[in-house]
């Protein structure tokens, strides 16, 4: 909400805002084993449209130009979409989610693709904390795990890598991520969120929230991301 504030009275842009975030994915991600596929470009591109519109009187709403990550279970066209796992490390689908589609058309920038353990925990945790991209590490004391399976979103907000993230809840992988990483999580109601375009595990289970600095946050990033979907 702070960040918003500033972007909305133009003391801050969000080329200014995505750039730092980009910096401290590319320097800080790999440290953490949070990050898969840091998207520079595509974030810097939605960042300077962003501050256009801004700067036209077209302001969004409260998540215009903030910079922000998903859980790589999410689909991102035509970029890597990994699922955690080795075999899956080329997996390109056309089409975004529609959770990624909803944070577009608020005005929120994608700036990564952020871990987590493969399959979301689907080939089971004797080994939780499995991902090609090693453990996510919880940035507090990078001797101990990040959580599971929202590894990489929990680490990444914590770190201050992106102000927000979205992570995908089973059976505990938001909110023990989010203990664990001392952020908030947002486990929604079943069937509030579209998963459209996300990885399933359980169909009768599966459910896709925020994580964030605070409960405010987390209620913004809802309010953007919840209602009905055809699709």
Same mark, same amino acid.
């Given at each position: 909400?702070? %960040? *918003? ?5 133009? @003391? &801050?842009?969000?080329?200014? =805002? ?6 401290? &994915?590319?320097? %800080?991600?790999?440290? %953490? ?9 595509? *974030? ?12 036209? +009187?077209?302001?969004?709403?409260? %998540? ?6 998903? @859980? ?8 890597? /979409? /990994?699922?955690?796992?080795? !075999? ?7 089409? #975004?989610?529609?959770?990624?589609? @909803? ?8 700036? *990564? ?6 399959? *979301?925990?689907?080939? +089971? ?26 590894? +990489? ?7 201050? &890598? ?14 023990? !991520? ?7 999580? &947002? ?18 289970? #599966? @459910? ?13 990033? =809802? ?5 009905? #979907?055809?699709?």
């Amino acid at each position: 909400r702070e %960040l *918003a504030a500033r972007i909305q009275s133009r @003391k &801050l842009s969000s080329v200014e =805002l995505t750039e730092q975030c980009l910096v401290r &994915l590319e320097t %800080l991600g790999g440290k %953490l084993n949070a990050v898969v596929t840091v998207m520079r470009a595509s *974030a810097l591109s939605e960042a300077r449209e962003a501050d256009a519109e801004i700067r036209a +009187g077209r302001y969004r709403g409260v %998540l215009h130009g903030i910079p922000y990550g998903v @859980k790589d279970l999410l689909a991102t066209q035509g970029v890597p /979409t /990994t699922w955690g796992a080795e !075999p899956y490390r080329n997996q390109v689908f056309d089409h #975004d989610a529609t959770v990624v589609n @909803k944070l577009r058309q608020a005005g929120a920038v994608l700036c *990564a693709k952020l871990a987590m353990v493969e399959l *979301a925990g689907g080939m +089971g945790y004797n080994h939780a904390d499995a991902s090609f991209t090693g453990p996510g590490l919880t940035p507090w004391n990078t001797a101990f795990w990040s959580g599971g399976s929202s590894s +990489g979103p929990g680490a990444a907000v914590a770190a201050g &890598l992106v102000p927000f993230a979205i992570g995908s809840e089973t059976s505990g992988s938001i909110l023990t !991520p989010s203990a664990f990483c001392g952020v908030t999580g &947002l486990r929604p109601t079943y069937g509030l969120v579209s998963r459209h375009g996300a990885m399933a595990l359980s169909w009768t289970l #599966d @459910k896709l929230g925020p994580m964030g600095r605070t409960a405010d946050d987390c209620a913004l990033v =809802l309010a953007a991301i919840a209602g009905a #979907d055809p699709l």
